[in-house]
């Protein structure tokens, strides 16, 4: 498809069309037509909770807080035309959002607004869905949308990656087509490279850090390259201009030294730049190309290895064999100063979850006790206790608080897919496999923490593999015979017994002693004593101005319910009792969904047993009843759903509190 632009002098060119381009357009077109995608329905325009979002944000605050101050640059060269531009995460949803206010009023219609996914899965073709899958800078136009409820939109957009090559989210510049201007793709990419760049100096600062390119005037511009070394002059990241250069990947580069590769020994080059005025210093490749450089380093640190010893260490460095290719350097793998909870006192850290509950404060005294000591955690509790919330904790109270940190359910993902989600793959590995191939969750969280949710729910023949990964620490992608070193700090988490499992022959044993090095139970809502306080800490996040007080008889109400789902079900009804209440400052039974209600005063009859934590019986054989019917449709659907409530209440039709309530609930693990 040719488009329409407007040139530099105001006339109107047209661009021919990209053989490359048209084919990723195609490619994707094909994607969501087998995800059953419809071009001309209405697309889902809802967005996640408040509170996810929240949560999202928090996740992403180091990515937000690096492109913010970029994307009022970038907004700057582009407020003349009805544009705005996006931030994502590496799962599409936006996070923040800049532009004119005309367009992000229409753009709000379509959903092009934080909260909102923005995949190829949720959205079809699109920029920023597009650029997640081909993991490369991508242009959607007009019609090469696949919805055409998104046809009046020009997208450009670009991922953002970390020094290792981990995708971090996407950036993008959408407007209405008809102000498409050619050189838009050229300043979001430069404007995600300089984010890329922000991010590198930032992980970085302690490192020495090469700036280099073939013209010295380059220096200090965005085409430079920059190479971080670490102390055994092997590189521990660089930036994709680096890689560009030099012609090779990451993981060639970090097989490298500073001398094998620059052919300047690191002695050398730390004794170079004694002087702060000193000038760019000639390196030559292996190939023979000549780059200059400037170093930039903390003297009092690097002074030492400004020797003929540091120099004999970094060749040492350079022969040094093996079969294994690291995923970082050794010198990465050494943790990052630690960071203080201070420094960190958002709704992450440990220090949140103290709410003044006796059994939670010993849970994190434990857990503080064994911070950074290389053992893992096994987290049990009942669903919706907030199993993700105490690991996220864990690894941002950790020495790893600055690495990633990945979360997979292991109940969520297709039996067939959790392999190559896990473990990666090569490309070409199998039909329908990515052409760049896939990186895979633990290498994603490598030098991080990988929390492992429902743990329990990962099929027998997987956990053999992830055993071998978690012994050996290394892991070989799918299609590939050379496995890669990795370093992982591992949270694990269940709502089952897993001892059962094992004695059912369900869950390995050696797997579950490789995982349960430090055992913590989450307990259910209806057992701990901060029911206030949590509820004042959800409202709290829930609404942006001052938050409503509850009613004496609605807490009342919430000390008498029993809460199956536990924390994610009071947060549930909270959301929406805060909505229902508008601008009143107490939230009272009327708030309330009727749904809600009718349970909450069944379990307050007096006599009416407690229910606990579900467990999915298997369905009697032939259901004389009607009722009992029901109760074998309900109890199959949570059991497809791995016991995920929510999923199966969307499945059925139903409300979550509705399932609840029929299923019969016994102690599980």
Known sequence: MAIQHIGDNGATAVALPDPAHLDSIVRSHERCAALGLSRVDRPDHGSVARADLTIARERNLRLYEHAAPV?????????????????????????????????????????????????????????????????????????????????FLTCSAAPIFDPRGNMLGVLDVSGDQRSYHQHTMGLVKMSARMIENHWLNDDFRHALRLHFHSRPEFIGTLMEGILAVGRDGRFLGCNRSALD?????????????????????????????????????????????????????????WRALGSADAAGDDMAAADTPGDVAPAVASSALKPPPAITSTALSGPSGLR??????????????KLRRVLNRGISVLVLGETGTGKELLARAIHQDSERARQPFVAVNCASIPENLIESELFGYEEGAFTGARRKGSVGKILQANGGTLFLDEIGDMPLALQARLLRVLQERQVSPLGSAKPVAIDVAVVAATHRNLRELIERQAFREDLYYRLNGLVVRLPALRERSDLVTIVQKILRAECSGRPPEIADDVLAL????????????????????????????????????????????????????????PVVAAPSPSPTTLEALELQ???????????NISVASKQLGISRNTIYRKLRWRQGG
């Open 245 to 301: 250069q030099l012609g090779m990947s990451g993981a060639a580069l970090r097989m490298n030294s500073v001398t094998s590769l620059l052919g300047t020994p690191l002695a050398a080059i730390i004794d170079h730049f004694r002087s702060p005025m000193a000038p760019p210093l000639p390196m030559t490749l292996a190939d023979g190309r000549v780059v200059h450089a400037q170093a930039r380093f903390n003297w009092p640190t």
């Open 558 to 613: 919430f000390r008498h319910y029993h809460w199956p789902g536990n924390i994610r079900q009071l947060a549930s009804v909270l959301r929406t009792a805060a909505v229902m209440a508008g601008g009143d400052g107490f939230i009272t039974r009327a708030h309330l969904s009727d749904d809600f209600i009718e349970d909450a005063d069944l379990s307050a009859r007096p006599g009416a047993a407690v229910p606990e934590a």
């Open 71 to 151: 994307m009022e640059l970038l907004l700057e060269q582009i407020l003349a035309t009805q544009s705005m531009i996006l931030l994502t995460d590496a799962q599409g949803t936006v996070l923040h959002s800049v532009g004119h206010d005309t367009f992000l009023q229409r753009a709000s219609k379509v959903a092009l607004a934080p909260g909102a996914n923005w995949s190829e899965p949720c959205k079809g073709t699109n920029a920023i869905g597009t650029a997640l899958m081909n993991e490369a800078p991508t242009l959607v136009h007009a019609d090469e949308h696949f919805m055409r409820a998104n046809g």
């Open 633 to 643: 449709t309900i109890r199959r659907a949570v059991d497809e759903a791995g016991g």
């Open 352 to 365: 949140y979850l103290q709410t003044g509950d006796a059994q939670m404060e010993a849970v994190i005294g």
